[in-house]
């Protein structure tokens, strides 16, 4: 499967008001900025989402750090290459250190315009089968436990498969403690987006007592030794997030004992490629491995529900409905929950969403086209 040519490259900066503010540790967030690449080869287009911030609180990268990598860098050695084919994606960008997020929209656009080229779904062209997509819910930080309760009565109703609610110090115990008095048996997982130390740690054991499914980055990217200290206190399995950026991390997680789940964030560990080496070597070493998501808009929200076709992602991830986000969405196909909580695969060529013009007219801020 090859790419004879990629003939020019467009950079949009879009935004899109959330229904809904998203609360974390890191901060609020009430809109929701992207940067969108589409790479163009004859008449087909491939599209790539960068999952970046516009503020690095969540890592380094922001949208202006990966529009210049990409601009500079990335997309030269796309337009300057032919033909383009999986060997040249592996490879292509490994002189450039770190900037896995603007990586990631650079290598799923080419992989989505040579899935177009072949006529097949994403899922076929990375080794994934058709099959129906458990959904999962993150649910950020709430101004009461009431509101709190009251989405995740929302998210029982909808039959999401896991809901995830954000914590943060101070609002924690007293919160999973309302939340399981409330639902008993729902799975329940929390993240708290590195806000702990091991300070924290009686805290953190404290939360052993509710029956949750995972305890997500307690600690900052860094403490993988502080992980494997708390998870040696805990029944309860610590999975690392932010933590995990490439097999390197996954292998000193693997030498620590670090953790017993791994959120893979396509968008943030270089893209689908990378995350399906992960998968794979997690896998190898007992880790369970699941789809995170990053408030993504419907480009990227489909490059994840491709990588779940992959055969290790067997536990929910965090896809949920396009309309718990965003009135109006970029592509044509939102996402959408059968009414047993699964989200059906795109099925047409590429990522298998068409991206409709008006609407990225609409929300774009600013745009780029670049040629060779």
């Known amino acids: 499967m090859t790419i004879d040519t990629i003939d020019r490259a467009a950079l949009y900066v879009v935004g899109l008001p959330l229904k809904v503010p998203f609360e974390t540790s890191y901060g609020r967030e009430t809109h929701r900025e992207s940067l969108v690449l589409a790479l163009f080869s004859g008449d087909t287009c491939g599209y790539g989402e960068c999952v970046a911030f516009k503020d690095p609180y969540y890592t380094y990268e922001t949208i202006q750090t990966a529009h210049h990598i990409a601009r500079e860098y990335l997309i030269p050695e796309v337009l300057n290459t032919a033909p383009i084919d999986l060997r040249f994606i592996a490879n292509a960008f490994a002189r450039v250190r770190g900037h896995e997020m603007a990586k990631a929209m650079v290598e799923n656009a080419v992989l ?31 101004g009461s436990i009431d509101a709190l309760l009251s989405a995740i009565e929302e998210a029982q109703a909808r039959n999401y498969h896991r809901i995830k609610i954000k914590i943060a110090k101070g609002k924690d115990i007293d919160v999973v403690k309302a939340v399981r008095a409330a639902f008993p048996a729902i799975p329940l997982a929390v993240d708290a987006n590195g806000a702990y130390t091991l300070d924290d740690l009686s805290t953190l054991i404290e939360l052993d007592k509710y029956n949750l499914t995972m305890i997500e980055q307690p600690f900052v990217a860094a403490a993988l030794h502080d992980h494997s200290i708390l998870q040696a206190h805990l029944q309860t399995p610590i999975c690392l997030d932010e933590s995990i950026t490439g097999l390197t991390d996954l292998e000193n997680a693997v030498r620590y004992n670090s953790c017993s789940i791994v959120n893979i964030k396509q968008g943030r560990v270089g893209g689908m490629l990378t995350a399906k080496s992960i998968s794979n070597v997690s896998v190898v070493h007992g880790l369970g491995v699941w789809s995170g998501g990053m408030l993504e808009m419907g480009i990227g929200r489909a490059f994840n529900l491709h990588l779940q076709a992959l055969p290790y992602f067997t536990m929910p991830g965090d896809t949920s409905e396009t309309a718990r986000y965003f009135d109006k969405d970029l592509v044509d196909q939102p996402v959408v929950l059968d ?14 969403v068409c991206v409709l013009e008006d609407r990225l007219g609409r929300a774009c801020l600013s745009t780029e086209t670049i040629k060779k």
């Open 112 to 142: 989505d315009l040579l899935a177009k080229s072949e006529s097949i779904p994403l899922y076929k062209l990375i080794g994934g089968k058709n099959k129906k997509i458990k959904s999962g819910i993150s649910i950020g930080l709430k």
């Open 339 to 352: 009414e047993d909580g699964y989200i059906p695969l795109p099925q047409g060529a590429g990522i298998g």
